[in-house]
């Protein structure tokens, strides 16, 4: 992937099930290592667009590109080339953290000879050198959230997108999880995040705002409040969230 081509690019994206459209004519792009939000309510269309663009379900009608390659033709290439970690807890609870890394490894294929040190890494980075060898079920939600995190970036993928992380674990463990996502941003990383929560938007440099589909919303978080309630300084993204949420969506005010 060049540097001038954005890590991620759709256009008009529609996914279908029977009759039934979960996502509706969806276009925005990624910059290469900026966090972006994709903020909506349960339903929206997040997870759906979020698996499309990683190459686990394919689109109906539309475009994209992530990394470079192509959402129809190239999904296992897609796959091989960011890391996800996925709302449901994706790990095995019945194994160690140690074991669940080198089963990730031996998944993402790295070389064996750099086993060791990815192992080191992960193990130090989520902050489990003492839980090694528990087992992953009884490790507290916030252990378990570093650990599939850690394990989604062992690979060293160039795009990270993640569904709803932070879902079900405590407000101390939420903080230092999105200082770590700021630490993978700073270093290049490109990451797409799906929340439904207002207060994480601050930490992303760009969202949209989607519901029931359609794209409702486009820009910074600060962009899209002043635009949505220009005479309210005091007004936040909560605000805007009950507002264009309320109204089911809409077209996409275009900004950012």
């Not at 033709?73 to 796959?79: V, W, Y």
């Not at 993928?157 to 932070?166: H, M, S, V, W």
């Not at 007004?235 to 809409?250: I, K, P, W």
Request: aromatic residues 10%; proline residues 6%.
């Amino acid at each position: 992937m060049s540097g001038s081509e954005p890590a991620v690019e759709v256009k008009d994206l529609v996914k279908r099930f029977g009759r039934f459209t979960a996502v509706d004519r969806v276009s925005f792009s990624l910059r290469r290592g900026e966090i972006f939000g994709f903020l909506g309510p349960n339903g929206a269309g997040k997870s759906t667009t979020i698996r499309m663009l990683c190459g686990i379900i394919p689109p109906t009608s539309g475009t994209g590109r992530v990394a470079g390659h192509d959402v129809y033709s190239e999904p296992e290439r897609i796959r091989r080339t960011i890391g996800y970690m996925s709302q449901r807890f994706s790990l095995y609870e019945d194994l160690t953290p140690f074991e669940n890394l080198r089963f990730y490894l031996g998944i993402y294929d790295v070389p064996r000879k750099e086993w060791a040190e990815r192992i080191r890494w992960a193990l130090e980075t989520a902050r489990l050198g003492s839980a090694r060898d528990r087992m992953t079920r009884d490790l507290p939600p916030g252990w378990r959230q570093r650990l599939a995190l850690v394990c989604s970036l062992l690979h060293r993928p160039e795009i990270l997108f993640l569904d709803e992380p932070t879902s079900g674990v405590d407000p101390i463990a939420r903080r230092r999880f999105w200082s770590f996502i700021e630490d993978l941003a700073k270093e290049g990383v490109t990451v797409f995040v799906t929340t439904h929560y207002m207060e994480e938007a601050r930490h992303c440099d760009r969202v949209v705002m989607i519901n029931e589909g359609r794209i409702a919303a486009v820009g910074s978080p600060a962009e899209i409040v002043r635009r949505q309630f220009p005479d309210r300084p005091g007004a936040d993204l909560s605000d805007v969230f009950v507002r264009l949420m309320g109204h089911g969506g809409g077209r996409a005010e275009e900004g950012g």
